[in-house]
C-alpha cells in the first residue's frame, strides 16, 4: 500500500507561524542550526526547514537545505528564493482562490474531494502475520535528490510518504522550499523551489487518491502548505501526531515517537530523517491503536476523524482589514493614546502594502517592536526617524520621508482613534484587575510577622481592615473584558484609506525631498496607492 509522510510536528515558536527565528530586540533576527551532511557524506550550503538560502549557483544551494546557517534578520544581500527561481506569488489583498476544486451547487464554497468519500474505507483493520520490520538504517538507504521533471516523474511512481519543509524568512506568505518523500525502501528530497511549478500537474492525483495511504506527522500546516502552493488536496491521511495524543503517549513530538517506537535519536543533520521510519512508526501505532480499542471507544476510527479534520481545512490568505492592526503582538502590553493608535494602523497599513507589493514578511519590512516603538515617539522628522532605525530596515531607509509623511498625517487624523484607544485602556485594566482576582485566589501560607492583634498576619490587601472585606472587594473584579469591535464604515474608515479602496490618497512629508524621490523608483510610489490593489493587478 503506497503511504505519504508529511511534515514533522513543529514545535510552536513565538507567535505563530514561524519557529525557526527568534527576534531581537535590535530589530535582527537570527536563524539558528547546524551544517546539514549530504546523504554520501559531503556538504552543502543551502537552506534547511525555516531558511532556504539562495548563493550563486542558486539553483542548487537554495535547494539543498542541508543547511540552517547563522545570518542576520535584515541582510539585503542574501538572494531570495524567489528571485533566483523567478516565483511569482499573489500576494494581493483578496481571499485565496482554489481553483481546481468543485464548488457547491450556489457557488458560496469550493468542496474538497474528501467530502464525497466515507470514512470508514480509510481504517485498515487487517492484523499482519508477521511483525512490522523496521527500515534500514539511513547510511544504508538508497537517496535521491529530485530536480528535473524526469525524476519528478519516476517519482510519482513509487510516491510512499511525504514531509514538508517550509520558508517564511523574506517572503510574506512564506514558500514550500523541500519536499522529504520516503517508500520502504528509498528515500527522495524533492527540490520544490526548483520544480515548483510542476509539483501539483505531477503529484496531485497520488494525494488525492483514497486508495493510498499518507502518513503524516503533525500535519496541519502542511496541509495549508500543499494547497498554497501547488494546489494539492490530501485523502486518505494518518497523522501520527493525532495518534500519539489519541494514544495518551508521554509527549508528542516526532523526535519522542522515533526514540520511543524506532530507538532513534533524532539527527536534524539529515531531512529526510523525518520521513525514513515514519511507515515503520505508522505500523506499530496502527496495532496498538487497534489493541486498545473497545467496542465503545474505537481508536483508529477517532484518529482517522481527527486526520480528516485536518485535511478538510481549506487555507485562507491572510487579509488586511481595518481592525487587523489590533492583533500586532504586543501592542496591547502599551499604553497609547489616540495620536500614537493612529500612527500604529497607519505605519500596519504601509507595511502590509509594501510587503505584498515586493513579497516579503513583514518582519523585515518593519518588526512589531519597531512599529510600535515609532509609533509611540512619533518622529517628525526624516533625521529623528533615521536615528530610531539606525538603518535596520531598508524599505524604511528608503522611504524615510513618505514614512515621516504617513506618521505627520496620522496624527492629523487622531480623532478617530480616541474611542479606540480608551477601549484597549479599559481592556488592559479589566485584564489586570482579572490576573489580580485569579492571584489572589490562590491558596496562601499567611506566617506571623509580629505581634500585632490581629494575629500577624500580612496583609496582601492593603487598605482593608477584615479578611471578609477583603475577599468581597476581589470578588468584584470583573471578568475579562471582549470589546465589540465598532461598526466600520467602508466609506469613512477611521479617516484614513486602506490600500484596497479605490480612493487613495498620497502621504507627502513635511520635510520630503522630491529630487530624490524621482531617482527612486520605490519612492515613486504613493501610499496608499492609487487605485484599488485588488482590481489594478491580475494574476493569471
Known sequence: MDEFKGPGEKEEEETGDKAAAEEAGDGFQVVRGKKKKRPNGGSASGAGSGTMMAKDKAAAAAAEPWTKAKVSFHDP???????????????????????WLERTEDGSRPIHPLEKLPMGQFIDRNVPESEPVKPADLE??????????????????KLKSVDLEHNQYRSFQGLTCLMQISTRTEDFVVDTLKLRIYIGLY?????????????????????????????????NLFDTGQASRVLQMERNSLEHLLRHFCGVSANKEYAREDTHYLLYMYDLMRLRLQKESTSDNDLLLEVQKRSNEICLQLYEKELLTDTSYLHIYGLQEHDLDAKQLAVVYALHQWRDYIAREVDESTGYVLPNKALIEIAKKMPTDTAELKRMVKSKYPFVDENLDQVVGIIWNATESSYAFESRAEQLKK????????????????????GVVGNSTSGGQRDFFGGFSNKSEKMEKAKSYPAFYYPQLPQYSPEVGYGFQSINRTMAGTAQSPTGNK??????????????????????????
Open 77 to 99: 544581500n542574501i538572494p531570495r528564493p524567489q528571485d533566483v527561481y523567478a516565483i511569482r506569488v499573489n500576494n494581493y489583498n483578496v481571499p485565496f482562490d482554489h481553483v
Open 140 to 157: 544504508d538507504t538508497p537517496f535521491t535528490l529530485v530536480e528535473d521533471k524526469n525524476g519528478l516523474a519516476d517519482l510519482a511512481k
Open 203 to 235: 503529484l496531485k492525483e497520488h494525494f488525492k487518491d483514497p486508495t493510498k495511504r499518507k502518513v503524516m506527522h503533525g500535519a496541519d500546516r502542511d496541509i495549508m502548505w500543499l494547497q498554497r502552493d501547488f494546489h494539492i488536496y490530501v485523502c
Open 427 to 446: 481592556e488592559r485594566l479589566e485584564q489586570v484587575a482579572q490576573a489580580t482576582f485569579q492571584e489572589l485566589k490562590r491558596p496562601m501560607a499567611l
Open 515 to 540: 529630487e530624490r524621490d524621482l531617482q527612486n523608483p520605490r519612492r515613486r510610489r504613493s501610499f496608499p496607492p492609487s487605485g484599488n490593489i485588488s482590481d489594478t493587478h491580475h494574476m493569471p
